[in-house]
Structures are given as C-alpha cells and as structure tokens.
C-alpha cells in the first residue's frame, strides 16, 4: 500500500480484514517491521480515538511516534503563488517535505470547513501532503473521507456476520451541530466494496454526494428502511446540497430499541446520548460500538504495516 | 494492586515504601515488566511534575506512554440518562471502555470545582473511569486526593526520619487563589497510617473534613504546634466548610526559617515563594522539597509495578 | 560537550561538522548510547521543525523523550526574591532542580519579548535553567542564539560547498511581522568560526549587535554584496537598535532569482513566499532549505551525542 487516504487504496479487502483480525489476535507479531521508523501524526483537529488507536497501533509495530498539533505552531499556506504577508506563517511544499524527512509516514487529521464546499472537495490538505511529501500519507479522518473508521466497521461488521449477505442500514440521526460527512460517505464506500445489502435511509435534504452513493438504495421512510436489518449504521452528517446546513433536528429519527428490532447498532462515536441514539440501545448487548473503536487499532495497524511493507 | 485512587488501595505500606527505595537505587531494574503494556495518561487539567514523573516511571518499568489533554478533545459527559444536546460531546460510559481498549492502565487527572461541595466529594470523574474501565486506574490528583503525592511523601519521611515515631506537623499557609485539599486530605491520611506523630495546624475555618482528620490533633497556635517538630509540611487549601473559600491571607502564617526551628521543611510544589514559605527556608539545608519531587517518580513507579503485576 | 546553549560551546567545530554528516549516512550507529537516558524537551514557543528534529535525533540515539509546553502547565518567576502573589506559580529554582530529577539531558525554546532589550540579552530563561539545573541544557532557540539551526547550518554549506573559502551573505529581507535576532546571530557567529568570507548585507537601521558582528562587514547595498556569492542566507530580523521595531517592510529587500545569480539559496524556515524570497527561487535548483532542514535532525544528534558522552 503506496498511501491510506481513500478507500480504494486498498487493493484487497478480504485479504486486509482477515489480516487485521489476525493482528488483533497477535498485535506484537509485526513488531521488528518497524523499527527504526518514525510515524508523524499532524492534528489540524482534535482527536481521542483516532489519535490513541493510530498511536498504539503503530507503537505494536514497533514505530516511533512524534505527534503534532499543528495549530499550536502555525497556520500553513495551501495556495500557490500567494504574497504571504497575511496569517499563513509556512508553505505546504516546504512543511511537507520537511516533515518528510523526519517521517518514514505521516498521518493527518483535517476537518472539512463545512462553508466552501469546492474546497472540502478537493481535499486540499490530504493532497497537498500526497502531492508534496516523499513519504506516505494515512488520512486519520479528512474533508470528506474518514477511511480508517470504514476500514474499522469493515472489520467489525466481518467478525459477527452470520449469514453470507447481511442487510445493512446507514440511518441518518439528528444532532444539534454541522458535522462533516465523511463517515458516511467512507462507509457507504466501504460498504459497496463489501459482500453486503446496503440500505441509505435519511430525510429528504439529506443526500449525500451522488458520487459517493452512486446506485445505492436511499430510502426516505426510516422504518421501512430498517426492515430486517442485520446491521444498522446511525451517524449525522450535515446537508450535501445545502452545504454545511443543519435543515433538522427531527428527533423521530433518533434511533430506538423498538427501531432496531434485531440488528447490531454501530456507530463511530463520540456520540450523543439521547439525541442520536437512546440509552436503552448504547447499554444494550446488540450496541457494538465498543468492539468497532476497538478494532480502530487493528485498522491502523494493518494499514501500517502494509504501508511499512511497500516502504 | 487492582487501582491507586485512594490511599487505602495499599495494601502494605512498609513495604511499599521500602520496595521504592529499592526502585530509586536501581529504576531499571523491572524494564521488562512493563513491555507491550500502555498506560494512558488523561489530563483534565495542567500539570508539570505528575506528569513527568508518571511518564518517567512508566518508561522505568518499560511501559508504552500515550498523552491527552481530554480538553484539546471535548467534553465528557458524566450524568446517567441526559439528553445531551449541549456542550458535552461524549458520555464517559463510552469513553472509559473505549480508552480501556487502547490502554492496560489508565492514570487521571481531574481536579475538583471548589464550588459544589457534593459533586466534587462524589470524585465523579474518578470513580466514573473506575467504574466504566476494564482496567486499572491511578489517580495523579483528584478532586478531593493525591495519593501519589502522599506516598512520595511517606517515602521521603522515611528516608529522612533519624527517630522512632518522628513529629510531624501538617501546617497552614496563606495563597491568593483558591487551592483544593486534595494533597492536605491525602498527607492527613497517609500520616496516620504511618508510625509518626501527627499534628495539624490553620487558622479558625480551614478545618479539613472530619472524615479525613478523624482523631488527629488540630492546633490553631501555629507556633504551639510547630514545638519540636520533626517535620513541617506547608501547605495552602481553600476553606472545607465554607467550601473553596479564601477566608485568610494572613501573612503572619507564611512559613519562616525562625518557625521551622531544626525540623525539615516539605512541600509537594509548585510554591510561591514569600508568600507560603520564605526564601531562606528554600534556599536553605532543612527544605527537602527537591526530594520530595524526585520521589514521585518513585511513588509512581511503585504503584505502577504493583498495579502490572497484578494484571 | 557540558551543554549547548551558544555557539562557543562547541570545542571541535569541524570535527563535530564531519561527524555530523557521518551520523546521516548511519542514524543507528549509537543507539544504544542514550539508553535509559531522558531528554525533557520544555517549550515556552511553538515549534514545527526544531520539535520533530530535536525528538527524533533523540530517539536515533535510544533516547526516551518527554515534552512539555511550558505555558500550558503554569508561569515560572525568574526574579530573585519576588513576593509571589501574582501570576507566577512557581519559581525556576525549583522548576529546573525539579526536572532535573526526570531528565538526564534538557532541551529549552523561549523567544525574545522584543520589547525589554536589556532583559533579552540577559536570557534569562537559559542561562536560569544552566545556573539550576543539574543536567546539561540545550538551546532550541533562545532570546539572542538559535545555535542548533546555524549547526545544521554550517553542515550544509560543508556538504554544499566546491571551494576553499566560499563567499557567504547574510541578507536580510522584508517581512510583516517583528521577528528575533537569534537565527541571523548565531548564523553570523557560526561563520566567523568557518573557513568562509561573510558578508552582511541589510538596509540602514538593521544593524545587529555589535557583540555578534565584530569586524564582519556589513553593505547597505544588497546587489553589490551579492556579487559573486557562493551561499545566500536569506532571514528577517526586527531592529537591534530601536530595538523589536519593524523599520522596512522594503520589497526591493524580497530575494530574487535574479539577485541570486549563481548562489544557493538557505533560509532557516519557516518562510513567507513571496514577501521575503520569490516562489522562483524556492521551486528551483539552488534553493538547499530542505537539505537545511534535514540537517536539523544531525545537528541536533551530533549535540545530544556529545553531551551523552560527558555524562
């Protein structure tokens, strides 16, 4: 693997999974691969999970691991040909091939704006570092793509399947800020990828990037939806066509016990209790939300060490 | 040790001691204890000498150390069944078993509000990872204990003390802001599991809670209590009763080299100077505050030991 | 090597130069030398390139680091015999012996204010830190020096250059912002060490202190000391005499592909494009910043080698 920023970098799912799994079981196997390389971990936004599994996985391979939160030092300029005599302290083409030297792999975190849809995407902070370091690049969540939570759901979706082509539910669910869509969009891709029967469902308004869905079924009618689902995926985004709005905060369509009848509830988190999903589902035994940030660290890790391999 | 949030978590403290004198002659002497293990060190809020001696002790003993500041990420929520629509981004029943994944013991920084008394006497952030994690925690201060702080105490009283049952004295000092009692509830009560003489002394109104001093003798004549001592701890806290009040800047309590008479001065640091203690005692033979700081690098390496070994 | 808190501080510049360049060909080579040793790594300023530079260089030696944003734990008082009753919560005498006790070696960022001359020149937070410290402390970039960078600095113009005695011109270039004097400093008293012949060239009013320049000649006249040069250094500074002042913000001063000539180009990064060198120059041939900047990481590791020895 030359680089971990969108789905299809990955060239053989089953294969990866199975290998991630196989991680899980022995996460200090691989850990003379990477040896005396060094993993940078820029933040232009905060994390928990992200930073903490990306962290461990890559210390399980034997990494070392600087991280930076960018912020804290300056803010970088991505236009070429500006006059920088404005906010923008460092040029991206000299901060990444900077950082490149100090790096065998540098993973980045950078939100989208939610304001200028064109900019989020053309992703021009994942590409610009593509484009401009000499190292390869893992995107740990970006404007419009979070492909290691996929890769993570990917996983855990895996290990409990019973049955050859599972049913699953992407349900959209209120929440009271803008976010950025790109756990739904990841996993939509994800899922297409996959030996699935996935289902969009969301109020209308919602749609996400035709590009991204391409001929998945969307669903309008949240109950129907959830029909005999195996796995439901609830997760907010903001508005794609009205880019960045918040056009509800319906909480009929926060997710229920009754709603998910049999299904295994998945979710990236953080989430919001009783506003995206209830209590009575987050403390129930079919939430599988802990055993999906748990296999945060067995994505990372097999992406690294496939990274590592491809060094 | 199952966890060290409380001074009653030892269970041999002689030994305890004993065994981290040991440690300080030879800190690297169980490097390969610690090895694939992590501990996972949450800041609620600042810290220099916590967290450079944790850090350091976890390295001593061969561990992994993973840092975050929980407020560069986002709010935790610790209410059962809140709807939470506001500024709290997560509920710390997730994140205690989401971290407990990442992490083989987790260490927590929190300190309490000063303004509601209930609340912080609850130690909800503590008592909240120790009830949600699947795993060990230690508490590097709390709302209402530093334990840590207590136990690199006992160690440098030991260290020190030419007699059998030496007087020690727990002594008030004035300070402009509002302090918590955390390291004064935790002295108090690791004093009194000790073979020493314990006397407390502050003005009228900064009575310590009663379920902390119990029967120890409180004398509100400084120079009376000070008669003889062996040791002299100063220290400043906020009122208990008129809870996290600054009811006194009496400067006639500032510790001075007259008043220490030939007893050892202590502090946990960081001091004002000239406002808790004068130079002169700093600056002079009996402070043994520099060693009381390196001994929290042994504290927590104790703790930390028992704490893996125990796993 | 006792510490490195100036250029003087090196006893064998050229020997320590051939040696630098010897750890880039086989980074490895001591790892084993800072076992079980500590580098605390304490900022008082943001930092990109020193940060990760300094940490790895650290750890191609088997060093543990432990790093520490001063301003986010609390402010350190450095006067002498302070009432403490402001916003200073712990004095450096205790703050350095404290963290002596966690590390073997210290490594120290703290910028000028630009506004109390006399103060900066003193620096005080370095030279405090050498006076209580009890292990050797290295300069990250202190009020008046910035000896790391012109390290790595003489490491590429000896790996660059074709001649006995190469022409070197320090040239000083408009930007928006009051900037140090430390890079431009410790640039000019590296080379006074060199075997080059340095020429300073600024507008009127720009003159650095006349303790660094000694008999190096300065010309007002940038295209005339250009002539023939061979290295040009290019790097804003704020005004030493009407001291932090911004006097110019001349674009006439902004390095030019023409005005280079034949010269490679240096700068110490971070740097505006297009207000102090054109975008030409940067995308082209003769631009060495990026070789600059890896050296950064030797520089850094030839230091920390050389101290490890004297331990």
């Known amino acids: ?19 991630a799994i196989s991680l899980k079981n022995n996460p200090f ?30 210390k399980n391979l034997g990494m070392e691991v600087m991280i930076l939160n960018v912020n804290d030092a300056w803010n970088l300029e991505f236009e070429d040909g500006t006059i920088m005599n404005a906010n923008t302290s460092e040029h991206i083409k000299e901060a990444a091939q900077v950082i490149s030297q100090y790096a065998d792999v540098i993973a980045i975190r950078a939100f ?28 740990m969540e970006s404007a419009t793509a979070h492909p290691l939570q996929a890769l993570a759901d990917a996983i855990t979706i895996t290990e409990l399947s019973k049955k050859a082509k599972p049913k699953v539910v992407l349900s959209w669910a209120p929440h009271p800020k803008a976010l950025p869509q790109a756990v739904a969009n990841s996993f939509v891709e994800m899922m297409q990828n996959m030996d699935v029967n996935l289902t969009i469902t969301h109020p209308k308004g919602y749609e996400l990037s ?14 129907d939806a959830l029909k005999d689902a195996d796995f439901v995926y609830v997760k ?30 998945m979710h990236c988190l ?23 940030a748990n296999n945060r660290t067995f994505a990372a890790q097999i992406v690294l060490k496939q990274v590592l391999e491809k060094l």
Chains 1, 2, 3 share one sequence.
């Open 1 to 19: 693997m030359k680089k971990y920023t969108e789905i299809k970098d990955i060239s053989n799912l089953q294969e990866t999974i199975k290998d």
């Open 29 to 58: 196997e691989f850990e003379d691969l990477g040896k005396h390389k060094t993993l940078v971990m820029l933040f232009f936004n905060a994390s928990l999970r992200t930073r903490l599994s990306t962290e461990k996985a890559a």
């Open 112 to 139: 989208p704006s939610l304001t200028d849809k064109l900019k989020d995407e053309s992703e021009f902070v994942m590409n610009s570092f593509v484009k401009y370091a000499s190292v390869p690049i893992v995107n």
């Open 210 to 223: 035709k590009a991204i869905t391409k001929n998945t079924p969307i669903n309008h009618n949240q109950e």
């Open 236 to 265: 907010n985004w903001s508005s794609y066509n009205d880019y960045g709005k918040v056009l509800s905060q319906d909480e009929s369509w926060m997710m229920t016990k009754t709603k998910l009848g049999n299904a295994k509830f």
């Open 270 to 292: 953080p989430v919001r209790r009783n506003v995206v999903v209830e209590d009575a589902v987050l403390d129930g035994e079919q939430s599988v939300v802990i055993q999906q």
